[in-house]
């Protein structure tokens, strides 16, 4: 039978690196973004519109069987404009979830969640509670707990990635212990969809890095086995490396873009 995987924000930079990462056979996969997705694959069908459009989410989740979110602002930005889409939009992937049955929801969470949390001896937990550094990490501490209150009502899986620096390479020192490889993003979803009944949880979106902080416990035991490690880029990048999770968010102006 075919797996049908409904992936939000299919046309951005983690999007576009699952979109072909993650075809394979018997596997469909619905891509769905505001932005032009191109022409559809042979596994592949395409929807134009937006997750602030209950309706159009709702038709993209019939017949689907786990949905990948990744639709959303992906940065600080207004107050109202983060509600709307962050917020709003997974409030409305998680109605056309439960209107479809549909059992495990991936989240794209952030680091910035829980931008405010310290670097200490041992790794960070993936659970570490919410302490956003900006409107942008608030909104997903509101995804992670909406993803809370559907698991505990409705049952569903969700886990909630919370992603570092997801970048072809890493852009700066502190991408040294932050960076998620775009191949780490696909082997964690791919992990994240696979693992028998996950419940709620949390995992750290990182590679395999010599200076991670972030505990990679939380994805091993969902068996994501990362295999990159930002180390290979370390004579060339710059910056300063930072002992908060959230590094510059931590001070950037609130809701500017
Ligand atoms: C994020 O959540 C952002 O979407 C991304 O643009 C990066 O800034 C990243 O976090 C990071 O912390 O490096």
């Not at 072909?20 to 395409?46: I, N, S």
């Not at 969470?109 to 041992?122: I, L, M, W």
Request: glycine share 10%.
């Amino acid at each position: 039978m075919t797996e049908v995987v409904l992936l939000t924000g299919a046309a951005g930079l983690i999007g576009s690196a699952l979109r072909t990462r993650m075809a394979r056979p018997g596997r469909l996969l619905r891509l769905f973004d505001t932005a032009t997705l191109g022409a559809p694959g042979p596994d592949e069908q395409v929807i134009q519109a937006s997750v602030t459009d209950p309706a159009a989410v709702t038709d993209a989740c019939a017949g689907v069987d786990a949905i990948v979110h990744l639709a959303g602002i992906s940065g600080e930005a207004p107050y109202d404009e983060i509600q709307a889409v962050n917020v709003e939009g997974t409030r409305n992937v998680f109605e056309g979830a439960r209107e479809h049955g549909i059992s495990r929801v991936l989240l794209a969470s952030s680091n910035h969640a829980v931008g405010f949390a310290r670097r200490e001896d041992e790794p960070l937990p993936a659970d570490v509670p919410f302490a956003p550094d900006t409107w942008y990490g608030w909104s997903k501490t509101s995804m992670e707990s909406m993803g809370q209150l559907y698991h505990h009502r409705f049952g569903m899986d969700v886990v909630a990635l919370r992603i570092g620096t997801c970048r072809e390479t890493p852009p700066h020192v502190r991408s040294l212990a932050t960076w998620l490889s775009l191949d780490d993003a696909a082997r964690l979803v791919e992990a994240s969809l696979s693992t028998p009944s996950p419940g709620f949880r949390q995992v750290w979106g990182v590679s395999a890095n010599t200076r991670n902080w972030w505990s990679l416990a939380e994805g091993f035991a969902i068996g994501y086995a990362p295999e990159d490690d930002a180390e290979a880029y370390a004579d060339q990048v710059d910056g300063e490396p930072t002992d908060l999770v959230g590094g510059p968010f931590t001070t950037i102006p609130l809701g500017e873009r």
